[in-house]
């Protein structure tokens, strides 16, 4: 013997085909019977929504609810699409900031080597000064010509070792054929025991001091009488009576080609005639010696190098192809619209983009121009650190504004279309119990409906 268990589906479809066929259910039975059947469909329900979680399903079930969902979802997918860019460009400001950590360690490196350098311009300044041209040899008094005609009383120079020293009223010149470029300077020793009236000296291509002003007064009681180049006493002798270095930059008062040089020692006034002493006479563009020029070289090399390291970090701070020192720019969206966005500029960190000069190591004018170099980039770039302060924040702000966002709108999905599982449950045990009622009811007044539902 054995016992065949049905469904309750299958127990109502027997109930029915009974009452269809038989027709033994009177209006009371079969009102029974249909509440009943109310009640399974009403079970189901309520089985779906524990199995599912949800409420509502489809259309049919919420209209309303089904669609005001289905919009707040799609919202919800697209800020967590933004959420990510977001992420993505704290992440990018992140890696600009570690370049910029390094590079400011690059900058105190190439801060320390200039300073290191700057020292030994200075304690050493001997080793780069540069190498004057070899001296004109004024030896013998046919080395020294009349010049300006009545101007020269023809009273012999007296020569001494590396030039001469002109007295009473003696104006000559000296064969150089020379062209002076703004880089030529005029070099030469000067010594007076005796002042004169005027103890100048100049460039002429005639001879005739009126026609010109190419000419330097170094000494004497007169200022009058000769065209200067410059004030005179610009480059005026202390009257010590030593000799003394003169050094005149000729080539950024004129230029020219000129075929002679002018010394003049005038003194044709009255009382004891005044004299002027002229040697190691230069003309030209100083040069530094070989020494000098393989430091300057080395130090360039060794700062250019370190420059190269700070580009080389520029050039490897990128994240996901966007280098903000490498001067890209860095958009943020905030919203599904694009409406709402956050524009984070890039700067050129390069050695170029921050203008730090590579050449030129030759004097200490040049590494202080480098040195104010390093500290108007480092100011640069710290202003440029506190922008992407600024940024870093808004997007971390807008960063936990949107996940409150994305969270809002998945709570407002979900309370159009999940169910309340412990009021789904309640009604399930109240189903349940109605359904175990009902069939009770039924079975008492059709004793015969009991053989069909088991």
């Known amino acids: 013997m054995f016992t065949i268990v049905m469904s309750g589906k299958e127990r109502f479809r027997r109930i029915l085909m009974v009452w269809n066929v038989e027709n033994i259910l009177n209006p009371v039975q079969l009102k029974q019977l249909t509440a009943i059947q109310g009640t399974a469909r009403s079970l189901e329900r309520v089985q779906l929504q524990l199995a599912t979680g949800k409420d509502v399903h489809s259309a049919l079930d919420h209209p309303q609810n089904f669609f005001s969902s289905r919009a707040l979802n799609n919202r919800s ?50 080793k780069f000064e540069k190498v004057p041209v070899a ?55 000067f010594r007076s025991t005796n002042i004169p009236e005027i103890a100048a000296i100049g460039f002429d291509n005639d001879n005739t001091y009126l026609n010109n002003g190419e000419f330097f007064f170094i000494y004497g009681t007169q200022t009058n009488g000769i065209t200067y180049a410059a004030p005179t006493p610009t480059f005026q002798y202390d009257g010590s009576g030593d000799w003394v270095t003169v050094s005149i930059p000729v080539g950024q008062y004129f230029t020219g080609t000129f075929s002679h040089i002018v010394f003049v020692a005038d003194d044709d006034g009255g009382g004891d005639d005044g004299d002027a002493g002229f040697r190691n006479i230069q003309l030209g563009q100083p040069e530094f010696s070989q020494a000098a020029l393989d430091i300057f070289q080395d130090t360039e090399d060794e700062y250019i190098k370190i420059l190269n390291q700070l580009d080389l970090i520029v050039k490897d701070a990128h994240y996901r192809g966007i280098n903000l020192l490498g001067a890209e720019d860095l958009e943020t969206f905030f919203n599904e619209n694009h409406t709402s966005s956050l524009l984070t500029e890039g700067i050129n960190a390069t050695s170029d983009g921050l203008g730090l000069e590579r050449e030129d190591f030759t004097t200490v004018e040049a590494v202080e121009r480098k040195l104010d170099q390093i500290l108007a980039a480092r100011q640069t770039l710290r202003e440029y650190e506190r922008s992407l302060s600024n940024d870093f924040s808004i997007l971390q702000h807008r960063l936990d504004f949107t996940r409150t966002t994305v969270n809002t709108l998945k709570s407002g999905h979900d309370d159009l279309i999940l169910v309340d599982q412990n009021e789904a449950g309640a009604k399930l045990l109240a189903l349940q119990t109605r359904q175990v009622i009902q069939t009770s009811v039924l079975t008492a007044f059709t004793p015969s409906i009991l053989n069909l539902l088991t």
Do not use: C, K
Not at 80 to 95: A, F, K, N, W, Y
Not at 96 to 119: H, K, P, R, V
Not at 151 to 180: C, K, M, Y
């Open 77 to 126: 997918a697209d800020l967590q699409r933004l959420l990510d860019g977001i992420g993505q460009s704290v992440h990018t400001i992140e890696e600009a900031q570690s370049g910029l950590d390094s590079i400011f360690n690059i900058l105190d490196t190439a801060e320390a080597f200039l300073d290191e350098y700057m020292q030994d311009l200075v304690s050493e300044s001997e």
């Open 135 to 189: 001296p004109y040899t004024i030896e013998t008094a046919a080395d020294l010509v009349n010049y300006s005609g009545g101007q020269d009383s023809g009273v012999p120079a007296s020569f001494i070792e590396g030039g001469f020293v002109l007295d009473d009223n003696s104006w000559r010149r000296f064969q150089i054929d020379h062209t002076i470029s703004e880089d030529d300077v005029l070099t030469f020793e």
